[in-house]
């Protein structure tokens, strides 16, 4: 019997740190967030759990974090290296947004934009929120209806209270464009009444993209606003 060969399986057994997936890490207080120089950070890689970039803020809020904020090379290598491809290409939502201006990149949870690793992007239309791309080492934009799953950072020390999600004040009668219907603190608008405004649905999503001020298809999240029978949507 090859006793050498079971003496080093039974040390590689008992021995072995916590893994995720191939890699080894150290966790935060017996949790699944992962730590790295004093901030904990929770990776959703099940494909289930992409969602827009205000519903990834929102969820990282519900844990008392927010969207990942990265300050060196360091910190976007750990990310890089902690994360997985998972069933969508290794993208995840980060916090950088332009939301307050095109040159105004700020993070959402308000600490300063002191690092940069944005990569090349030959055309963007309406896009002010960034994901981390694992396969070119850095951040992008894209549209903030668009669905990614997120990564969640917080500090080490930190008891993870929840964090009020921002709820912006409903526009005041009268605010949304001429020919818009305003309800629930949106803009609404019908399209396709006449045949040549049907379109596809990516043609359709474009259409939207391209009147700027965050318009997107419309998302349905209750049966009252279900009732207004609209499609585009403007935040």
Same mark, same amino acid.
């Given at each position: 019997?090859?006793?050498?060969?079971?003496?080093?399986?039974?040390?590689?057994?008992?021995?072995?740190p916590l893994?995720?997936?191939?890699?080894?890490?150290?966790? @935060?207080?017996?949790?699944?967030?992962?730590?790295?120089?004093?901030?904990?950070?929770?990776?959703?890689?099940?494909?289930?759990?992409?969602?827009?970039?205000?519903?990834?803020? &929102?969820? @990282?809020?519900?844990?008392?974090?927010?969207?990942?904020?990265?300050?060196?090379e360091?910190?976007? &290598?750990?990310?890089?290296?902690?994360?997985?491809?998972?069933?969508?290409?290794? *993208?995840?939502?980060?916090?950088?947004n332009?939301?307050?201006?095109?040159?105004?990149?700020?993070?959402?949870?308000g600490?300063?934009?002191?690092?940069?690793?944005?990569?090349?992007?030959?055309?963007?239309?309406?896009?002010?929120?960034?994901?981390?791309? *694992?396969?070119?080492?850095?951040?992008?934009?894209?549209?903030?209806?668009?669905?990614? $799953? /997120?990564?969640?950072?917080?500090? +080490?020390?930190?008891?993870?209270?929840?964090?009020?999600?921002?709820?912006?004040?409903? /526009? *005041?009668?009268?605010?949304?464009?001429?020919?818009?219907?305003?309800?629930?603190?949106?803009?609404?608008?019908?399209?396709?009444?006449?045949?040549?405004?049907?379109?596809?649905?990516?043609? $359709? *999503?474009? $259409?939207?993209? $391209?009147?700027?001020?965050?318009? &997107?298809?419309?998302?349905?999240?209750?049966?009252? +606003?279900?009732?207004?029978?609209?499609?585009?949507?403007?935040?």
């Amino acid at each position: 019997m090859n006793f050498p060969a079971l003496l080093v399986f039974a040390v590689s057994l008992f021995c072995s740190p916590l893994s995720h997936g191939y890699k080894t890490f150290e966790y @935060c207080n017996g949790t699944s967030w992962i730590k790295f120089q004093g901030h904990c950070y929770l990776f959703q890689t099940s494909y289930r759990n992409r969602v827009s970039f205000y519903d990834a803020e &929102d969820f @990282c809020r519900s844990q008392g974090a927010y969207l990942v904020s990265i300050h060196s090379e360091a910190e976007n &290598d750990f990310l890089l290296t902690t994360s997985e491809e998972g069933g969508f290409g290794g *993208r995840f939502w980060i916090g950088l947004n332009a939301l307050v201006g095109k040159s105004n990149e700020q993070w959402t949870d308000g600490s300063g934009v002191d690092f940069l690793k944005k990569v090349p992007k030959e055309f963007y239309v309406n896009e002010k929120c960034f994901i981390l791309m *694992r396969s070119q080492k850095g951040w992008r934009p894209e549209h903030c209806a668009l669905h990614y $799953a /997120p990564i969640c950072k917080r500090r +080490e020390n930190a008891v993870p209270t929840p964090i009020p999600p921002i709820t912006p004040p409903p /526009p *005041r009668n009268g605010n949304c464009p001429k020919d818009w219907i305003q309800f629930g603190g949106k803009c609404y608008k019908y399209f396709g009444g006449n045949a040549t405004e049907r379109l596809l649905y990516k043609q $359709a *999503r474009n $259409a939207c993209w $391209a009147l700027g001020n965050s318009t &997107d298809l419309v998302s349905i999240h209750s049966m009252e +606003e279900q009732g207004k029978k609209c499609l585009p949507t403007r935040r």
